[in-house]
């Protein structure tokens, strides 16, 4: 059942103009952000005299490209995540959901495979773009998988507290809000206790352990 609530999530994202607004702009920001980098890296290592100074592709156009994707998912996740309890509040469906043969744990676990399922394609756009590097450089797919998966991580992190305030509220919108108040405090948290790693509140913060699998670290 949770598989048949998830695939029912994944298509509602498709059939709304949302979802391809959203999957068209990201496609686009990481495209763009992937060329840039690029660019820099021919006219970083152009200026780099000795070998110790040059730093690998991967790496470079790499940490550019999903540090933009972590940073633009404080966004993108509040405004896909507002609508998948509060529309069902709202327009009075959820009593219909509760009535059917399955469990509320099986409806919200269904919905949140659904999020993450869709945000994984675009996890798996940014690792077939990056991969392109292959055609002219060496590169480390391994560095490329840490990342993804630390993304991917963070981006199912992010979208469990989704669902958690849109089951607060019939208002989308105010579930969005929400949301984005509460990723933005916790990202905040590595800023000011960041410094100290026996901190209860730094270790709190999602990015914080982001930053181990972005340096190719599991």
């Not at 152009?46 to 940490?63: K, L, Y």
């Not at 993108?76 to 529309?87: F, N």
Request: avoid cysteine; charged fraction near 10%; glycine fraction near 8%.
């Amino acid at each position: 059942m949770i598989i048949n609530v998830a695939r029912k999530e994944l298509k509602s994202v498709f059939a709304s103009p949302m979802g391809w607004v959203i999957l068209s702009l990201l496609m686009f920001a990481f495209g763009t952000q992937y060329l840039n980098a690029v660019n820099d890296y021919f006219a970083v290592m152009s200026g780099a005299m000795r070998p110790a100074e040059r730093t690998g592709v991967t790496q470079f156009v790499g940490q550019s490209v999903y540090g933009l994707a972590s940073f633009i998912m404080l966004f993108a996740v509040p405004l896909l995540s507002m609508r998948l309890i509060s529309e069902e509040r709202r327009s009075q469906t959820l009593p219909f959901l509760f009535s059917a043969p399955i469990s509320l744990t099986e409806i919200v676990v269904g919905k949140f495979v659904g999020l993450v399922a869709f945000l994984s394609i675009l996890i798996l756009f940014i690792g077939a773009m990056l991969s392109t590097l292959n055609i002219w450089a060496d590169i480390d797919f391994g560095f490329l998988l840490t990342n993804s998966l630390g993304l991917l991580l963070m981006v199912a992190g992010f979208s469990a507290l989704g669902i958690y305030f849109s089951s607060l509220t019939q208002q989308p919108v105010i579930a969005a809000i929400l949301t984005f108040i509460a990723l933005f405090a916790l990202m905040m948290l590595d800023r000011f206790f960041g410094d100290d790693p026996t901190n209860v509140l730094g270790s709190l913060s999602l990015t914080r352990h982001f930053q181990s699998f972005a340096s190719g670290l599991i």
